[in-house]
């Protein structure tokens, strides 16, 4: 079993910064690789970022060059910044873990950002 806590999520006006942390615990050893997704209002969910246990990255292409995903392995965190907010950004946040080769089986319960015009 892994748990997957977020934080940082809030409300901050277009143009702004956040920072999303997540933190893990339970059987890390298990990880290959973790992501962010998000969820609008009536939208599915969609991958915007992930990392794997090597530091390999992607990016949905909306965010490309506004987020960056990093992790601190001696913290089991992963973190999201995320620039430039833009309105559309606006969504749940969840966290997720994976093992190789496999889809994201463990989820965080979610944080709300919310990006002002």
């Known amino acids: 079993q892994v748990q997957l806590v977020e934080s940082g999520g809030g409300l901050v006006q277009a143009g702004g910064s956040l920072r999303l942390s997540c933190a893990a615990s339970g059987s890390i050893f298990s990880i290959n690789a973790m992501g962010w997704y998000r969820q609008a209002p009536g939208k599915q969910r969609e991958l915007v970022a992930a990392?794997?246990?090597?530091?390999?990255?992607n990016y949905a292409d909306s965010v490309k060059g506004r987020f960056t995903i990093s992790r601190d392995n001696a913290k089991n965190t992963v973190y999201l910044q995320m620039n430039s907010l833009k309105p559309e950004d606006t969504a749940v946040y969840y966290c997720a873990s994976r093992p190789a080769g496999t889809n994201y089986n463990y989820w965080g319960q979610g944080t709300q950002v919310t990006v002002s015009s």
């Open positions: 990392i794997t246990s090597g530091g390999n990255t």
